[in-house]
């Protein structure tokens, strides 16, 4: 029998009269439960659950929000291999990158957990005699968090720590493709000792249970990760809802990965290698432009489809596998449908872009790299979210960098060279909001700053300390003494 999941709302399991199947991509006659489609009505019961926590927990012993996120991080980390296995079966990202991802979910409530007592103010002089002035940081109130598929319990993880940490209650939305990561971390969470009421779970569709989240009025602010078009759609309804929301978003990318004549050949294949095609390029920090030296060019493309070609594309699950299926049959199809338009351009499908068929039914897509390259194709400036990847032959550094920051994008970027100077340059110019020198673009720490600029971000930066210009609110108090 199909196992039933139920949305968790006040402290309790909330059954739904509706429920969506969760289905393996890397086999789709795996069925692994029937999750709750959430309503309206079931939002409205979730944000009076958060609004009547709010004050207990916001104001909170420290010490007591510690504990719960470092129990909730101890959890995690005890039981990574099956968080880890159930991500990958819902997600279709390795098993390897499953147990990662769980590993960093528990790291992130561990750092949160250090983060409470940590959380400080200012006392500035006054231009007055005898006034003082103090300036705190207050929790926000009932936070909506909408989260998309790709990093099912991470990217759930780095919102709700920063966010309990810092005194918020919360009512949070997973994707529908992959619910059972987060309600796994919710229950972790709740059982961990949290309140009744400070995090509750609202499972089902963006436009039913998304919309009814961003149209509450006493949801005081949203933190969203998902596309550049939703992502406009709730920056819009949050500042023309009353009151008006406070608003983060964590949006699509089109990384480059720069590679100069003078790179070491095999970090720049491996970079590419990975930062193009692993998690299936199902990452926003994903290389999807490929910006070589006509130098190097040859050599590199050489290097790289080699490697392609013995990547092995298979179940999740199955030891052995380094690329899983994509995640669904839409996103297949997106996938697919940018193939045929970067042919269409004139790009050059040097290898790959073939469906594949394995033991068992899935979405499996042999990693594609496209040469031939313009960086006005569509190819090069829209977001495929896939395991497709261009590679754009420049003349010269010059027109390396010129040609990496011309998008609309900026979230992540990378340069592989061995040129101090070319290094330190990019550094410093390439606009984007991580920077990676000898590294893939995918892949980073979670202590430190998680963001990007112009269509990638939008708001104040996720993870690390930074998490609290988002989480908190500052008061300034002046106090006359006499
Ligand atoms: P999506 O925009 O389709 O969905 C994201 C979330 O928004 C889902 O939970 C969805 O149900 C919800 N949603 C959809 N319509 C809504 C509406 N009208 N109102 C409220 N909520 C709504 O994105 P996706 O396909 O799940 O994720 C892929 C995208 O996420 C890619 O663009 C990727 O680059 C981006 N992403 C960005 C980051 C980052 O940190 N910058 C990280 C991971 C993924």
Redesign the pocket.
Known sequence: MTVQFSNFIAGESVSASQATANINPSNTHDVIGEFASGTKTDVDAAVAAAKAAFPAWSRSNPQMRHDVLKKASDEVMARKEELGRILSREEGKTLAEGIGEATRAGQILAFFAGETLRLNGEVVNSIRPGVGIEVTREALGVIGM??????PIA?PAWKLAPALAYGNTVVI????LVPHSAFMLVDILNRAGLPKGVLNLVMG???VV??AI?DHKDVTAIS???????GR??AAACVTSSPMKKVQL????KNPLVVLDDADLDVAVDCALNGAFFSTGQR?TASSRLIVTEGIHDKFVAALTARMQGLVVDDALKSGTQIGPVVDPGQLKVDEDYIAIGRAEGAKLHWGGERLNRENPGYYLQPALFTECTNQMRISRE?I?GPVAGVIRVKNYDEALAVANDTDFG?SSGICTTSLKHATHYRRNSEAGMVMVNLPTAGVDYHVP?G?RKG??YGPREQGAYAREFFTTVKTAYTFAG
Not at 224 to 230: A, D, E, K, R
């Open positions: 909408i989260t998309p598929w790709n990093f990217i939305k997973p994707a529908e569709k963006g436009s998304g919309q961003l969203f990760t998902g596309s550049v078009g939703t759609r709730i964590e949006m699509g990318g926003c977001e979210f979230l998680f990007g990638s971000s």
